[in-house]
């Protein structure tokens, strides 16, 4: 089992590798949306090693993002998919290896867990939208009419827009998750990077989001990496299927299923 | 003063003080939001009794010799001692967060105890000035000058821009540090500003109003205003709202009915608390309907004169009047100091002895007479009659029975004083009733409450502050 393994894993990298630009031209051209010109990588990671307090939760991990990706991470809990985020993130310093970004942070659209951000606060679904503008906005500066015309339109595009002025956390667990999209995309980012958006959802959120990923993908040439422990629903969503379990990371191919 | 639009004429002689306790009720609750929303409400604790601990602690330096005296005067010297405390203290706390040394709860309690030990301690070794770092520690904002209203308006002017400024970086860092990393650089900065705003407001409000207002500022108006609101710029400017409506009307029930500011505010902080965790299981537009109905209520009861004016001696058919000895129950002599300069005028004038020392009681009967007497009453003394003629006291049937055991017709005035303290120089806390009542059928014809704080700004000494203060009862009695 192991050699098949190290084959596939072998097989997995050298087409992340090599072979990868073409799985993406094809790809990116079923979409008819991004030239060559531009399948520059968006995120690349050499062999690095994560953790804390130097101890590594994963090690060896390679990784590319380009742009219209559709990446998915499944793993069980605590297998170290946040940590990962986290590190491309650059919240987290990695242990060893190199992490090369070709686009500034401020382009990457974060959705945490929504069960991460404390209910404390008196937040308006409109305002946690707002936060995704505010990397544009210098202290001394009102809001300005465009971004507050851009969040009706990011509200319009994850279907929430009569929410504008509920209390967020008031929301069902799908739509928390919708207005978390909807506040990464005000960030008007190149990539996305959505930790769990599919858990503590219900079965039609979890379809109606999954269908949201899928096609800002496919309609706006957006790279998005997300992770989830249900490997079926993975499977089912992403273009592309990342493994994690025991410190270990490896691709899947779609439809084939190898354990390490 | 008995109307609640007196005091908020800028005529009004404790306008700096309300001033003062109104932009603290303004700015400190748009940090103590965010120290609420942080779950970090008991560094809004610890951090004035650290500042308290600052300010006896340069207090009892200057009494060993180490510090000299400044001419900035009592608050300029404990501000210093403030400001360092506060900086130091949250500097430790930081470190001590950044090294995860314990539990954040378990640091802030620590600090808490031996600051507020150290605090006594310093008083303690420091007899010399006990009394005055007291008061500085209890924080009489109503003996704010108009110089440190100024220092207070501009630290807190500031430190409310700050947070407008910032209000958007502020709320990022807060409520997702992954997204403020993001968007905005590091969070470190933000922190830091945010605190370093919170630190300076504490080291100058703990000196101008002390660490129990301070800390109720911080933290009560957004605590009432947290159930009421549902987005965050509603919730920092209803924070505000209530912080300066606790602020005047604890300043008013203060003055109103002589009570000490910090406790009043601070309850009136609570009060605000449940009344908004009642009105939230309301429907909105009944809750509105209430707030209005209060509002209305708190201001007619404020407005209105409580007192009906002296009747005039005509109306009275210029019956004779008996001014009765001012009783004093405060349990104190109230004797004024042996250096009062109006003692020695009295003596060189033949009219005391060198062995008698006047009262308080004697300075306000002899300028209610004076008054009674330029507004047509025939005014007697009972002891004219009875040289055994006790004081008389306020309440009308004893009044009446000691009258007609002395067999006086006619009208009686009687005084009772129930207090009289001079908190410092600047002003006397005084309660006292006074009557005019007929002795025949014991129906009383006019009576008044004084209960407040009297401001004595122009006395030098305690005496001098006696006898300013006796005369401005002795114009407020008369006035209405």
């Known amino acids: 089992m192991d050699r098949l393994y190290c084959a596939h894993l072998g097989a997995v990298r050298q087409l992340e590798g090599m072979e990868l630009g073409q799985d993406i031209d094809e790809i990116q051209s079923a979409r008819g949306r991004v030239s060559k010109d531009d399948s520059l990588p968006l995120v690349s990671l050499q062999n690095v090693s994560l953790g804390y307090d130097s101890e590594p939760v994963l090690q060896n991990v390679d990784l590319t993002i380009y742009p219209g990706d559709l990446i998915g991470l499944a793993g069980p809990n605590g297998s170290g998919k946040t940590t990962l985020f986290r590190a491309i993130l650059g919240l987290l310093p990695i242990l060893s290896g190199t992490v090369s970004r070709n686009c500034p942070l401020s382009n990457f659209g974060y959705v945490p867990q929504s069960a991460a951000l404390d209910p404390q606060f008196p937040l308006s679904t409109g305002e946690v939208v707002e936060m995704g503008a505010y990397g544009r906005i210098r202290p001394y500066e009102f809001f300005p009419a465009a971004e507050k015309k851009q969040i009706g339109e990011v509200l319009d595009q994850v279907g929430l827009r009569q929410l504008a002025a509920r209390s967020f956390f008031s929301l069902s667990g799908g739509q928390k998750q919708r207005i978390l999209i909807a506040r990464a995309l005000m960030v008007k980012p190149k990539i996305m990077i959505l930790d769990e958006p599919l858990s503590g959802v219900d079965e039609e959120s979890r379809k109606s989001i999954s269908e949201l990923l899928v096609g800002l993908t496919r309609h706006s040439g957006l790279a998005i990496f997300f992770s989830s422990h249900d490997v079926p629903m993975v499977r089912r969503v992403a273009d592309r299927f990342l493994r994690v379990d025991k410190g270990k990371i490896w691709w899947e191919k779609k439809g084939v299923e190898l354990h390490p | ?480």
Not at chain 2, 147 to 171: D, I, K, Y
Not at chain 2, 313 to 337: E, Y
Not at chain 2, 400 to 407: D, N, S, T, Y
Request: proline share 5%; with cysteine; aromatic share 10%.
């Open chain 2, 1 to 480: 003063m008995s109307t609640f639009l007196e005091i908020l004429s800028p005529s009004y002689l404790l306008f700096p003080a309300l001033l003062g306790t109104a932009i603290l009720g303004l700015v400190c609750p748009l940090i103590g939001s965010y120290l609420i929303l942080r779950r970090t409400v008991f560094l809004g604790l610890t951090l004035p009794q650290i500042a308290a601990a600052g300010v006896s602690f340069t207090f009892w330096l200057q009494q060993t010799g180490f510090l000299p005296q400044w001419q900035q005067g009592e608050r300029g010297i404990g501000m210093i001692g403030s400001l360092l405390f506060t900086f130091l203290g949250m500097g430790l706390l930081g470190y001590l967060e950044q090294r995860r040394k314990g539990i954040a709860e378990g640091r802030l309690a620590a600090a808490y105890a031996l600051a507020g030990a150290l605090t006594i301690l310093f008083i303690v070794f420091n007899p010399a000035g006990q009394i005055e770092v007291l008061n500085l520690l209890k924080g009489e904002v109503i003996a704010l000058s108009k110089g440190e209203l100024r220092l207070l308006a501009t630290v807190f002017g500031l430190v409310l821009v700050g947070m407008l400024l910032f209000r958007r970086e502020f709320l990022l860092t807060s409520f997702d540090r992954d997204l403020a990393f993001l968007l905005k650089g590091r969070q470190i900065i933000w922190d830091v500003l945010l605190y370093l705003l919170a630190g300076v407001s504490i080291a100058f409000g703990v000196i101008m109003a002390g660490p129990l207002l301070l800390f109720g500022f911080l933290v009560l108006p957004a605590l009432a205003a947290r159930p009421l609101v549902n987005n965050m710029s509603s919730f920092l400017w209803l924070s505000s709202l209530l912080g300066l409506a606790m602020a005047v009307f604890g300043f008013y029930s203060s003055v109103r009915l002589d009570l000490p500011l910090g406790p009043t505010d601070v309850t009136l902080g609570c009060c605000l608390i449940f009344l908004a965790y009642a009105l939230r299981r309301i429907s909105p537009r009944r809750a509105l309907g209430l707030i209005v109905l209060s509002s209305v209520a708190l201001w007619t009861y404020g407005c209105a004169t409580p007192t009906a004016p002296l009747p005039e001696a005509k109306a009275l058919n210029n019956q004779t009047l008996w001014l009765a000895k001012v009783k004093n129950s405060t349990g104190l002599s109230l004797l004024l100091p042996a250096t009062n300069p109006l003692r020695s005028l009295a003596e060189m004038a033949g009219k005391i002895s060198s062995d008698y020392r006047q009262s308080v009681m004697d300075l306000l009967r002899d300028d209610l007479r004076r008054e009674l007497e330029q507004r047509g009453f025939r005014v007697t003394l009972p002891e004219q009659t009875d040289s055994r003629f006790p004081a008389f006291p306020a309440d009308t049937g004893n009044a009446v029975r000691l009258a007609r055991e002395g067999k006086l017709s006619g009208l009686i005035f009687v005084s009772e004083i129930w207090r009289w303290e001079a908190d410092s120089r600047q002003f006397v806390r005084v309660f006292a009733d006074f009557k005019i009542v007929r002795t025949d059928d014991g129906s009383v014809l006019w009576e008044r409450r004084i209960q407040r704080a009297v401001p004595t700004p122009s006395a030098t000494n305690l005496g001098q502050a006696y006898t300013d203060s006796v005369k401005e009862i002795v114009r407020d009695l008369f006035a209405g």
